[in-house]
Nanobody, 125 residues
């Protein structure tokens, strides 16, 4: 298992931007699928972006495509979620998740991930 530490949430006006960070706290960063999920009160956890560490392509949910961008810095064992053109409906707790065995096409299923961060709140208002 790995430990995940998120940061970067906050309050932003509609149309604004935020960048979330998720750092893997040990050496087991490589060869994992890293996902960003969000959960608003009363709703199910929703996958928004995912990437295979080590230079893999990023994948996005339709709800954020063209507005969110996921990237990584291997030297820092960190993935980022750049969120632009934020909307009130993007308001949620955002979680980072990691797992070495997520099959392609299953990136946005929470049950595919073993390790989760504590979450960081994003409020667009």
């Amino acid at each position: 298992h790995v430990q995940l530490v998120e940061s970067g949430g906050g309050l932003v006006q509609p149309g604004g931007s935020l960048r979330l960070s998720c750092t893997v706290s040990n050496e087991r960063y490589k060869n994992r699928c890293m996902g960003w999920f969000r959960q608003a009160p009363g709703l199910e956890r929703e996958g928004v972006a995912a990437i295979y560490t080590g230079g893999g392509d990023a994948y996005y949910a339709d709800s954020v495509k063209g507005r969110f961008s996921m990237s990584e810095d291997n030297a820092k064992n960190t993935v980022y979620l750049q969120m632009d053109s934020l909307k009130p409906e993007d308001t949620a707790m955002y979680y980072c998740a990691a797992d070495p065995d997520v099959s392609r096409g299953f990136w946005f299923r929470p049950d595919q991930y073993a390790d989760w961060g504590q979450g960081t709140q994003v409020t667009v208002s």
